[in-house]
């Protein structure tokens, strides 16, 4: 008999590739999971307010079981901050080990040993260039309705970590400049199975997926 569906609403290959290694990674994972690129508006809010709104319309939209997935960083001298805006401060900023910050000096004829140690003052990391506390947390929200109207339940998982600057691969978000709390490495120095032993997204994953096993045993029973 074919597994039912559950659509992880992303049109992200790295996220996808992560939720994929981690959630059906178990033999009895009652789902046959697919993703689908949607555009969902994204309300005002706490993560919270925000997963409930995008994982309702997307059931809506899907007409289906989906799962969807905000994460928030916040920055401790800043109560928080970005927080769930971290993907708008990411695009308008950048981070200190993205292209943007070498295109802004290009001009300037610099070479990487010459503008490395000025790049550190720009993008997120500036944020806290005032500061002494560079703490953080990584915060990762999976929201998942059974289908439209159907309750949406959060599961969420933390991670805490240091704002450094840029270290590792550029490729995957604020990944370089996040280095997880007694680790001494960055998300982006470390590889995909170490990281997937750790980090925020795996710790809100392992919840989601207990749950969808449980919604497995119930339909075997």
């Not at 992303?10 to 590739?17: P, R």
């Not at 680790?183 to 470390?190: C, D, L, P, V, W």
Request: charged letters at 20%.
């Amino acid at each position: 008999m074919s597994k039912p569906m559950l659509t992880f609403v992303t049109g992200n290959a790295n996220k996808l590739k992560e939720v994929r290694a981690i959630l059906a990674s178990a033999p009895s994972f009652p789902f046959e999971l697919v993703n689908r690129d949607l555009d969902t508006i994204e309300v005002q809010g706490t993560t919270q307010d925000v997963a409930r709104a995008k994982c309702s319309e997307a059931a809506k939209i899907i007409q289906g079981p989906v799962i969807t997935e905000d994460t928030a960083l916040g920055f401790s001298a800043l109560k928080d901050l970005p927080g769930a805006y971290i993907k708008d401060f990411l695009k308008a900023l950048g981070h200190d080990g993205a292209s943007s910050s070498a295109l802004l000096l290009e001009p300037l004829a610099l070479t990487t040993a010459d503008w490395y140690p000025l790049s550190t003052h720009l993008g997120l990391n500036s944020m806290l260039a005032g500061f002494e506390d560079k703490s953080g947390t990584a915060l990762c929200t999976f929201a998942y309705s059974s289908g439209p109207g159907a309750e949406v339940l959060l599961f969420e998982g933390r991670t805490a970590g240091n704002i450094v600057p840029a270290r590792g691969p550029s490729n995957f978000g604020w990944d370089p400049i996040f280095e997880v709390q007694g680790t001494g490495k960055t998300y982006a120095e470390m590889s995909a199975e170490e990281k997937n032993k750790l980090s925020h997204r795996y710790k809100a994953l392992a919840l989601l997926q207990e749950h969808l096993l449980a919604i497995g045993r119930r339909s075997e029973a």
